[in-house]
């Protein structure tokens, strides 16, 4: 188990762009920190109104991107266009190539977290995916996965049968269980939160768990919400 605080995190910073890297990213490189499981970024951004990423290429990722305030606009070079807001779960896949540009139409900063995934083929067609989810149930949610326990119930289909992401809105004190997972990577997007085996996890907190045989989570005084990547081998 490895416990990683927000403000541990690599950042990049200015006028426009606020990004904290849990993983190496762009400048910043850790030799000991390129990933976990399936998991090769995992970026927290706050990006100001009227500013953003302009038309940038990928390939052979799989991105998945969820908003926490305000909305992201997304426009690629495969003619998809929309607004990404809280709630709704978006998923690009980069394949052989792909152009796109997020950017903040609105009045007030977006905050959001992008987080790229190995495929599990390279070469792929690029693709794009976007799904609004039911998060009133307080249990964990299917965001974007590959997984075939997910295949009836997830939002949006990840290239990636070993991983999926899950999301869980949990009330003050409400506790879930952890899935059992050679690999767990658990981020508190707000609130606070108590792990059993961590103890407890402020906002932008996260947990790597290898071998993981099911923990609680329980939330603190407030609401929390939490993202869940579940990995295996």
Known sequence: MEIHRADDRFR??????????SFSFGPHYDPANVGFGFLLAHNDETVAPGTGFGTHPHQDLEIVTWVLRG???HRDSQGNSGSVHPGLAQRMSAGTGIQHSEWNDGDEPVHYVQMWVRPDRFDLPPSYEQAELDLTTGELIPVASGLAKHAA?????????????????LAP??????PAAPYLHVFVTSGTA?????????????????GSD??????GPTAAEILLWEMRD
């Open 12 to 21: 990049t910073a200015s006028e426009w762009l606020d990004s904290r890297h």
């Open 71 to 73: 909305a992201l606009a």
């Open 153 to 169: 119930d997830s939002a949006i289909h990840l290239n990636q049968p070993a991983a999926g992401l899950s999301v869980a809105r």
């Open 173 to 178: 004190g409400q506790s879930i269980e952890l």
């Open 194 to 210: 108590n792990l059993e085996s961590a103890g407890d996890l402020g906002t932008a907190d996260a947990v790597r768990l290898t």
């Open 214 to 219: 099911g923990e609680r989570i329980t939330a």
